[in-house]
């Protein structure tokens, strides 16, 4: 998970595209894609949630490996709240933070339970509320649960937002405000999808694969790379 505390700076002379850039930006990337979905397994709001929970610091084939014995016993509050601390780690184990992360299941459930009536709440501040909920496993929510325009800035989006001059920012909720400030409104929805996989899949953190790139003439990133020999 990134931080939403002060990253670093900004790269050297970084320039920010143009609004008309960032649109051609997003429709290119979008262009192969017109229907993106989370690579997380879920069947409800609720198994949404969970999944995005333990998503922290580890990927989501790790996580739909995990969830699939986890919620083939529990898969909905009143479940894993039985299930309990131990129970629930039993299945996670395998994935980071482990430990923090099977005490947050449970005592969100329990929490789902007691003030929601056991319905995952369609509101920022509510989720915001639940043990192991920040805003951006909130938006994650709103967005793929409920259909709201929220943009979700991962490793992907806030790496993005700045190598390509999209929306430049020192910290996840700078690069949040930017992204929603300058991608069309009719586009906000599916967009933190087409980030996060174009992040995942193409524009790589280590050497993005710039060659292959269907956006890379409205990319401002100065050090792109060239296609591998033949």
């Not at 992360?101 to 056991?118: D, F, M, P, Y």
């Not at 979700?152 to 020192?170: E, K, M, Q, S, Y």
């Not at 009719?186 to 174009?198: G, P």
């Not at 995942?200 to 710039?210: G, Q």
């Amino acid at each position: 998970m990134v931080s939403t505390k002060l990253i670093g700076k900004k790269p050297a002379r970084l320039r920010q595209m143009t609004r008309a850039a960032v649109h051609g930006f997003i429709q290119a990337i979008a262009a192969s894609n017109p229907e993106p979905e989370s690579e997380l397994d879920y069947s409800t709001p609720y198994t949404l949630l969970v999944a995005v929970v333990l998503s922290a610091q580890a990927t989501d084939v790790s996580v739909n490996r995990v969830t699939r014995t986890l919620f083939a016993e529990a898969s909905g509050p009143e479940a894993m709240a039985r299930l309990g601390v131990d129970g629930v780690a039993r299945h996670i184990r395998s994935i980071g933070l482990w430990q923090a992360k099977a005490r947050n299941v449970v005592a969100l459930s329990r929490q789902l339970l007691e003030k929601h009536g056991g319905a995952v709440p369609s509101d920022r501040e509510a989720l915001e509320a639940l043990p192991g909920v920040g805003r951006k496993t909130a938006n994650v929510v709103l967005n793929v649960a409920f259909g709201q325009d929220t943009m979700a800035v991962d490793t992907h989006i806030f790496r993005l937002g700045n190598r390509t001059g999209i929306a430049p920012g020192t910290t996840t909720r700078a690069v949040e405000d930017g992204l929603v400030k300058r991608i069309p409104p009719d586009m906000l929805r599916h967009a933190h999808h087409w980030l996060i996989l174009h992040g995942r899949y193409v524009c790589k953190a280590r050497k993005p694969e710039c060659w292959r790139c269907v956006a890379e003439s409205w990319c401002l990133y100065r050090d792109k790379t060239p296609a591998p020999p033949d």
